[in-house]
């Protein structure tokens, strides 16, 4: 088996907290997962979960605290400004906003252009310009955008100008973080399509984080289930929203509207989540679901659930929903 | 590059949008005080260079036959003459000329030290922000006129050593607050995005930041020009600033009340050109301000 693109084990990201006696705030704790080139992994985790964070880290813009973060066959946990600049190159990011992600002096074009601004300094200026047009052209935004500037476009304009911007030094992973969660439904539609348009022609893998599961399933082969930073499940999509075997992953899953009345005043009555995300400063005992979780027992405020594997993926939970498909 | 990529730049370059500034811009001009303001200072700064072609005198040239004689066609003293015959129409014009060059580059030597020292220390932030702003808040205690004062008395009177000295004390209030507007923009995602790439940090500060965060130190600028105006007065009328045969209006004005009651002329013409230029830049920095900052409008 050939090495993955993305290959991140126990990758751990913990913030000092000012002020508290040598607290920490586990954004990220021991995750782990891969992406293969050209494959789309989702990480899919309410608000607060860590998913932002592992974003960052991966593009170096937090420190990692422990874990490895290979691409290509390199480590970059550990790697200084100057050697993270091939990782930098090699995955791009887009942002949840589209407008504040993109500054409000640049013309578009000068916002597309900026990384190879930074990546090919050597190239001449006219060819830059060039390249950049014509990425605008390749995600839908004609010419006649790029003397434009951000605050005259609309957010679905914006988004694929970020996704321009994200292209153009020709990277092979791209992270869309909540990439379209400010978007109408309608134009999530049309910019999951350009993504997978994209995916499609050039080969990049996609490493698609988002609250909405309905998008998540859309668009990734693999799935990566977050909870306060740690791993609940992962597994190929398909089967995971099928048979899911974590509590909590069945419980996001239920809480994706259905267009059906009856199924949904059906889950009225039993609402799937309940009570609020716990403090990340101060994360339950031994298995941080536990207290959300309908199936806690006492066991899982003693013992962390180790992750099991279970399949092509893996679970992390002392009482799982039983396995269907064997 | 390829006819065809030539053709989409050129095409791209005929559909301009309108940016920030421009759209400044269209609201400041739509702003009738702020005009006026412009137009005025625009008068002054004209009758500062021209008002010597226009007059047969010399700034210096003292006309005994006609001392201190009041505003006349005669002669073509049309500001009248000081104590020593001198005519005032040309004088009004050179200490204009001292004055406003005092205002504008004092401005922007603040304002160039300012921007980039704030603009680091907020980006750089942790320690490097504490001990930097420590040395702005030390500075700030200092009592402006008696650092100028002693300045003056230990390097003798000397035009520059005024620029400098103001210069050096009102950078500071412009450090603070590009300090601040630079934390907030730092944690904005586009300055996210340029650290993404792994942009240098005086890229970052240069291109991302600072156009963003130096609106409020325009505002603020165009009110520190008639600031640093007012403060050379003072030290002229103090005889610590612009010393003679060179004048300003501020010496001007110190040696108009001398004679306050015989010829009032001398302190009410060029009062009034002082009064008048901080008018117009106070006008304008009003105008900046709503231009600047639609959300403002109130």
Redo the contacts between chains.
């Keep these: 088996m050939t090495e993955p693109l993305l290959d991140v084990r126990s990758l751990t990201v913990h913030f000092p907290v000012r002020g508290r006696g040598g607290a920490v705030l586990r954004a990220v704790d021991d995750v782990s997962f891969s992406v293969g080139a050209g494959e789309t992994l989702g990480v899919v985790g309410e608000s607060g979960c860590g998913k932002s964070t592992l974003a960052?880290a991966l593009?170096?813009?937090v420190p990692v605290t422990a874990g490895s973060i290979r691409f290509a066959g390199r480590d970059y946990a550990r790697a200084d400004?100057r050697s993270?600049?091939p990782l930098?190159r090699a995955v791009?990011?887009v942002?949840?906003?589209p407008l504040?992600?993109?500054?409000?002096?640049f013309?578009?074009?000068q916002c597309v252009r900026?990384?190879l601004d930074?990546?090919e300094p050597g190239l001449a200026a006219?060819?830059r310009?060039?390249q950049a047009?014509?990425m605008l052209?390749r995600v839908g935004l004609g010419?006649?955008?790029?003397?434009?500037?951000p605050?005259?476009l609309s957010g679905g304009q914006n988004q694929r100008v970020s996704i321009a911007?994200a292209l153009v030094a020709g990277p092979r992973l791209v992270i869309c973080d909540e990439a379209v969660s400010a978007l109408d439904v309608s134009i999530q539609a049309q910019i999951l399509n350009l993504l997978a348009d994209i995916q499609r022609d050039t080969g990049i893998a996609l490493l698609f984080i988002s609250h909405d599961l309905s998008v998540v399933r859309h668009v990734s082969r693999h799935l990566l289930v977050l909870y306060l930073g740690r791993t609940m499940e992962r597994g190929v999509a398909r089967s995971v929203f099928a048979h899911p075997r974590h509590p909590y992953t069945r419980s996001l899953i239920d809480a994706v509207p259905v267009p059906d009345p009856a199924i949904e005043r059906a889950r009225a009555a039993a609402p799937a989540l309940v009570g609020e995300l716990p403090s990340p400063l101060a994360p339950p005992s031994g298995c941080v679901f536990r207290t959300r979780c309908p199936r806690a027992s006492q066991l899982c405020g003693i013992t962390p659930p180790p992750l099991v594997p279970a399949g092509d993926g893996a679970f992390a939970c002392h009482h799982p929903l039983e396995d269907v498909d064997r | 590059?390829t006819p065809e990529?030539?053709a989409?730049?050129e095409?791209?370059?005929g559909?301009?949008?309108?940016?920030?500034?421009r759209a400044a811009l269209g609201r400041f001009s739509a702003n009738r005080a702020a005009m006026a303001g412009v137009l005025l200072l625009v008068a002054i700064t004209a009758f500062a260079f021209v008002a010597p072609l226009l007059s047969p005198h010399d700034m210096e040239a003292n006309d005994w036959e006609r001392i201190q004689i009041a505003p006349t066609t005669e002669q073509s003293h049309w500001f009248g003459t000081d104590a020593n015959g001198r005519d005032l129409f040309v004088r009004v014009a050179a200490g204009a000329r001292v004055s406003l060059a005092i205002g504008l580059i004092t401005t922007l030597v603040s304002v160039v030290i300012g921007v980039l020292y704030g603009a680091i220390a907020g980006y750089a932030g942790g320690r490097t922000d504490q001990v930097m702003m420590r040395i702005v808040d030390v500075l700030y205690a200092l009592p402006l006129f008696f650092a100028i004062i002693i300045l003056v008395t230990v390097f003798g009177r000397n035009i520059f050593l005024v620029f400098l000295a103001i210069g050096a004390v009102e950078w500071l209030t412009i450090a603070r607050i590009v300090r601040g507007q630079t934390l907030a923009a730092k944690q904005?995602?586009?300055v996210?995005?340029?650290?993404?790439?792994?942009?240098p940090a005086s890229?970052v500060v240069l291109?991302?930041i600072v156009?963003?965060v130096v609106g409020p130190v325009i505002v603020f600028s165009t009110l520190l020009v008639p600031t640093v105006i007012l403060v050379e007065s003072f030290l002229s009328f103090l005889g610590l600033g612009v010393q003679e045969p060179q004048t300003s209006w501020g010496l001007l004005i110190s040696q108009g009340t001398a004679s306050l009651d015989s010829a009032p002329w001398l302190l009410v013409i060029p009062a009034a050109f002082l009064a008048a230029t901080m008018f117009a830049f106070n006008f304008i920095g009003d105008g900046l301000r709503d231009a600047l900052d639609p959300r403002d409008e109130s």
């Design positions: 960052r593009l170096g813009l400004e993270l600049q930098r791009r990011m942002f949840q906003d504040a992600s993109l500054n409000p002096r013309t578009v074009r900026e990384p930074v990546f006219r060819e310009d060039r047009v014509a052209e010419t006649a955008f790029a003397e434009r500037y605050h005259e911007r | 590059m990529g030539q989409l730049v095409a791209a370059a559909l301009r949008g309108e940016s920030l500034w904005t995602e586009y996210e995005a340029a650290r993404s790439l792994g942009a890229r291109r991302h156009p963003n």
